[in-house]
């Protein structure tokens, strides 16, 4: 590297060895002052990247970045893309939408009806999670949907403070945990306030298949109008709206659906945890493929039977332990696997799903089908945990 720099001219550097930098794990291994940025690195390449990126034009190299208590490299980063923030527009009505294209000016990755993007924040240790809202086909930008609301701590607060017009974003590519059935002859959704939000991208879609839909949209007032004229627009007729502060006008109606034949029918319920709960009361007699779900915010988890058990990182054989008030997701965090994507940490947004190999799991998360959950093959490490009779899980990291 000294020689390297020499030969670029970079005269105003100093370049030394240092004795161990006790990261030795993670293979050579750099620090860049004053800045205290580390970097891995395995070839001459790896090296002129950071002479030129970082020394010369004061970009850090993103891919070769260590992380504050990093102590593996991952070996399958997660996949990100870069967007830059094209317009925010504050439309009334509590609502805010914010358009993002490719940095690149290149097509964006195709998303599917009912996904969310998750945004990057803070060296990729945050991320937060909207929901897309525009028609799947337009591949030249995504559009999220959020509450726009006053006061400290509000979502538009948040927003002001991190995304900006011609900010420079890091994001995941989109994620679904609601797809549509599009081989269903009909399909019926039932929405809740901010729930209305994966519903537009969907009965866009389901508009351009030509596929049968209805939407019930329940508002707690009518001052409320949450997204109700862009739903409006994108459903017509096909759109009921109920204006109650109680759900049973809702349940009603699904209860109402049993009289219409259910085979090839497929119902979507989207929105707050109380919300969820009844709706999913009245679907108890339909079949567990046919009623897809997407919580809004979390129903409240009953305190966890299950003691401490250990988790085996396969691909690092390496054991860790799981204590009674941690979650698999804190210790893999506490043993510095810090690429791995989270959000909400409530169990809602799949974002910290991995892959199980051996053992048992409690799922008490409100993402997995129940097809995936019996398959005992994947957990959402931020609330799941060994099932009681499980001492071990053994994870695919
Ligand atoms: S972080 Fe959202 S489900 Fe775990």
Redesign the pocket.
Known sequence: MKKRAKEMGLDDIRVNNAGCLERCELGPAMVVYPEGIWYHYENTEDIDEILEKHIVQGNPVERLLLKDGQKFLDPSPPEWLDLVVSEIMHLGDDCLTIEFKHSNGEDLPEFSAGAHLGLLFDRHRLSR?FSLINNPVETNRYLVGAKDEEGDDSMTDWIASNIKVGDEIKAHLPTNTIELNESAVQHTFFGEGSGVLPLLSMCHRLLDIDAGFKVHYLLSSLGNNFFLKELKEICGKRLTLHLSDSFSEISATISNLHNEPIENHHLYLCGSADFMTEALAKTADWPVESVHTQYMSAPKLKDSDALNFSITLARRTKTLRVGETQSV?DVLQEAGLLNL?????????????VKVLFGEITHR?F?LTAAEKNQQNAM????SRAAEESSRLILDI
């Open positions: 999670y997701f994507k989270y959000a909400c940490e409530d169990g809602l947004c799949g974002a910290c799903k998360d993402v959402i490490s931020c609330v």
